[in-house]
């Protein structure tokens, strides 16, 4: 069973041929050096994906940015494995959704996917991501996921919970 935990520096290291692969893909020299910056800026953003073995299955870095209702939580990076375990990608997307939603305290997650990637539009979808009809310059989607109105939600539950248990009992 893998687990998600904070990256480290030796991470890194073991991230390059990954991180390289990309640069080589991408033509862009300087994804790499983005990517690193956004590592050690957010370094309570950048989880990794781990095996017992303490192999890296796969990553997620995000950043956050903004004041007041217009704090987010933007995903900034995801890869992983396609090693037959499915449930990396959802465990990266969750953890990351959970860490901004307790300690950044923010109203958005957002994540830009290129149009043509069918498996990441669909991955995020099924967490709940929504489009929110912004086409980004080139052909990437903004997604987002709106976590004030999942803590609204859960307060009115539990406001409502606790009125009609306590109303029962008198």
Known sequence: MASIRKMCCNDLLDMNHILMGQIATTGKDSYGSLLYYDILCNPDYALVAVSPGN??????????????????CDITEIFYRDAGLPEISDMLIQTIVEKADKLGKVYFVEADVPLNNQKFLNLFEKHGFTWDDKQLEGSSKR????????????????????????????
Do not use: M, P, V
Request: glycine share 8%; hydrophobic share 35%; net charge positive.
């Open 55 to 72: 192999r890296i299955l796969g990553f997620i870095t995000a950043r956050i940015q903004g004041e007041g209702t217009e704090r987010i």
């Open 143 to 170: 997604l987002r996921k709106d976590l004030l109105r999942n803590r609204l939600l859960e307060a009115h539950d539990n406001s409502w919970f606790g009125r009609s248990y306590n109303n029962q009992k008198r």
